[in-house]
């Protein structure tokens, strides 16, 4: 992987898929920041990789409040003068049918899941143009590519990622900067894990219906979904924008 002392922020970086490929990027010889709104959980992650020999900045950091994105990106600016890799992996997932959704969760999720990009993406382009180069990798999910009932906010936000990534990558193309999505099928997330199946009713049913959506036969792991960021962040893909690039077990082949 061509990602040696690549500068790289990742949003949503305390937990999950974020935690994972921070980890993962600062193994690799990447200069990392990442963001969330927990102290504490980002504490911990650099705690974990300076166990590890590895060095991990965080900021905390909510991508719905404009003033936080513009902050994260001026500290790398500040820190290390570029910003090479922008991966916008801050989600939230709820659950509900279209017309039991309430406003706020609605507009919640569309805060976090897409004004959050289009934040990040806002302040972090400007510099990316004026370095000639530049990757932004979002994180949609394999439902922002497909219908899947009980999750309308979700699912429709994920929908808009997908949208938003193929708009970004032919706007900025010119300037260097390629624009790709990540999509990931269910994963083994705190998100997932808990937030949806552990709070669930019938959590043993709700995992069972999950898994069976994938025809590898499970969920995926985190670090499997950090392995594809880097693929995607990798300089020797270049060829490689506005793709959505879909790691889900088999689920799209269904």
Known sequence: MNIQDKVIIITGGSTGIGKSTAIL???????VLITGRREDKLAEV??????????????????????DCKNAVE????????????FNNAGVLTTGITHETP???????????????????????????NQGKGNIINNSSIIGLRGFP????????????TQLTRAMAREYISHGIRVNAIC????????VTEDVIGKSENPDAVEEFFISQHP?????????????????????????TGSMLSVDGGWTAT
């Open 25 to 31: 990027f600062a193994a690799e010889g990447a200069k």
């Open 46 to 67: 650099q705690r974990e990789a300076e166990n590890q020999g590895y060095e991990i900045d965080y900021l905390v950091n909510d991508v719905s409040k404009e003033e």
């Open 75 to 86: 500290f790398v600016i500040n820190k290390y003068g570029r910003i090479d890799i922008l």
């Open 103 to 129: 406003t706020d969760v609605w507009e919640q999720t569309f805060d976090i899941n897409v004004k959050g990009i289009y934040l990040m993406s806002k302040y972090a382009i400007p510099y990316m143009i």
């Open 150 to 161: 009980g999750a309308t906010a979700y699912v429709a936000s994920k929908g808009a990622v």
């Open 184 to 191: 990931p099928g269910g994963i083994e997330t705190p998100m």
């Open 216 to 240: 590898i036969g499970r969920l995926g792991r985190p670090e499997e979904i950090a392995h594809s960021v880097a693929f995607l962040a990798d300089d020797n893909v270049e060829f490689m």
